[in-house]
């Protein structure tokens, strides 16, 4: 800032030291641009403001209000250097004015010159100054000490028990009409099962902040681990991992990431995805927010090669928040080109979902899915392609029975239901479950 000081030294030198709070002989016309001035900055229109105000300010270069409106409409123009010798010159003409020192701590937090920032902070709170802006100090302080902050944590930790009356997702019926006739089902899931699950999954998201940077760098790890009380041979541990870069700009939000999923069944490897994924999200307000989402993936199935495949899923989202109930809506469409036509298939996706706080710290939710699928491939056992139509239904209940007093911290317990009916041409993917789900959820 050393070179800055100079710069100001010199423009004080032209325009001579200020020993005048009054304005030049040109008071009409000092009028009019200081108006003029002032009346733009109120509409937010900056550039205008500053040409304004620079005009008056060539007419009383010391007047202190001129100063002080030229230096903000300097700052909103981003102009921070211009701003801060602006704002020096108004603390010369009146050394002991707090707005302007806050003014300047302001300005060289947005120059990345935090020491200063703190310095002229300091400044104003050794004068005891009133409560009210003694708080908004703090709290701007507290905002540059998270600024310099780089590594950002959160995640969750939950534990659930689930009721399924068909594990297996089996047909009604263990007799099916196939093309040499009827068949009767042998195996596992051959008929409809019923099974306690016991559940734990865990997230974990970390972000880096690239310093006075728009971009940073996401992070997601996520864990499931399901143990079934009878059917040990559905036992499942899945991973997934997610990393990029993200931009932030006004109220769009731009991302990229790599991405890595692993299954495990009853101990053994199912299938391995690797892939990439990128999304779009704009947030017109807090309560309106939509985005659109496209993924690639490439799997590998361990004990079934004709089923690998390459995924390509494209959705738009939306959230809405409606007289109190908070509403998401998606509609999607996955393509799929596996080994084998069998498995190669066309999907359409839409989902909807409500949700309503109550007293109390209750919740209230429920949701419902609908998957089109249409595959490409004859199946040799039915002499025709297949088709499916899915349906989720779920509805529940969440209580939070515990949050820390800066809500960064909770716990909650989560009580819900779901039915599903799944519909086909062919009778060997006809079937109806229902789940009741319990799970007991920390989030840090």
Known sequence: MKKNRLFLLVFIFFYGFPTTYGISADSHFFEIYLKKGLDAFQTQEYNLAYESLLKAFDLAPGNYAVNFHLGRAAFENNNYEMAIMIFERA??????????????????????????????????????????????????????????????????????????D??????????????????????????EKEDIIYSAMAELYHTYSFSYSNFVWQTKLSGYKALYNRESDLDT????????????????????????????????L??????????????????????????????SFEQNSKKDSDNLNFSIDGAFLIKKFWCETSLGYEHETAADDEHSYNRGIVTFSINRKLSHGFTAFGSYEFYHTRYDGIQDLFNQARRDNIHYTTCGLKKRIWQSSDRSQSIAVTLAYQYTKAQSNLELYEYSKNIVNSSFEYRF
């Open 91 to 164: 603390l010369i003409i009146n050394p002991n004015d707090l707005r302007v020192k806050l003014e300047i701590a302001r300005t060289y937090q947005k120059l990345g010159v935090n020491d200063m920032a703190r310095k002229y902070c300091n400044e104003v709170l050794l004068t005891d100054p009133p409560q009210a802006v003694k708080q908004n100090i703090e709290k701007f302080l507290a905002f540059i000490d998270r600024t310099e902050q780089k590594h950002f944590f959160r995640g969750s930790i939950s534990l659930g028990f689930d009721w399924n």
């Open 166 to 191: 068909n594990v297996w997702a089996s047909p009604a019926n263990n007799i099916i009409q196939t093309a040499m006739g009827e068949v009767t089902l042998t195996g596992p899931s051959a008929q």
């Open 237 to 268: 541990l899945y991973m997934n991992i997610e990393t990029g870069p993200e931009y932030v700009k006004g109220k769009g939000v731009t991302g990229f990431s790599f991405t890595a999923d692993y299954l495990d069944l009853e101990e053994s």
């Open 270 to 299: 199912y299938s391995r995805y690797i892939g990439a994924k990128t999304f779009y999200r704009y947030m017109f307000t807090p309560s309106q927010v939509i985005s659109t989402n496209l993924e690639y993936k490439n799997k």
